[in-house]
């Protein structure tokens, strides 16, 4: 099988489900977005020493495969408030749910544990690792503007805004507790008097 298939060649290329959509669409932007940040979790990898920490980076790049296809699966028609029900209820399709969110906080609560309490804001930095933290985060941020951006205008799960929030909060901690796990302290931003 060839790498290229020439089906994009027009701008356009296929959701899951066989749908056709041009390749600016605001769900293709979504998750081309998670697939950025996905990458980038991928390049913050190259530097971590830490097993465990590793692992969960990997635990999350998994999950940001699912939430891609959970993005490139149009979801069907219907009433917002019955929405949730019937993502949960199509278990033929890979979908983002509260169990990866709840995963997400209890990493949370792991990370700030060691950590002395944050009294101001932080600037991005510090060790290797925490500074590919810090831009593994933004990169969040911006696939969770996108994904916001897109709700608006399409139906998608609500759990994937949910997630990519949490995610940010949890990459955050990890860059706080790798620069403590290096003895490097946050540098924090003081504003101009």
């Known amino acids: 099988m060839k790498l290229y298939t020439r089906r994009g060649d027009d701008g356009q290329t296929d959701l899951l489900g066989l749908t056709r959509v041009l390749k600016n669409d605001p769900r293709v932007e979504a998750y081309g977005l998670v697939d950025e940040l996905n990458s980038v979790i991928g390049w913050t990898r190259c530097v971590c020493d830490e097993a465990n920490l590793n692992e969960s980076l990997g635990e999350v790049q998994k999950d940001l495969f699912v939430l891609g296809a959970d993005l490139a699966t149009p979801s069907p028609n219907t009433s917002s408030k019955d929405e949730t ?38 600037l991005p930095g510090g060790c290797e ?64 008097a």
Do not use: G, M
């Open 85 to 122: 029900v019937s993502l949960q209820k199509n278990s033929k399709k890979l979908r983002i749910d509260e169990k990866k969110i709840t995963q997400l906080e209890h990493w949370i609560d792991e990370a700030c544990d060691p950590v002395e309490p944050l009294r101001y804001f932080i």
């Open 129 to 192: 690792l925490a500074a590919r933290l810090h831009l593994a985060r933004a990169a969040c941020r911006r696939a969770e503007r996108q994904c916001v951006a897109t709700s608006q205008t399409q139906t998608i799960n609500p759990w994937a805004i949910t997630y990519l929030n949490r995610l940010s909060d949890l990459l955050f901690a990890w860059a706080r507790l790798a620069n403590h796990q290096a003895s490097v302290k946050d540098i924090p931003w003081h504003p101009e």
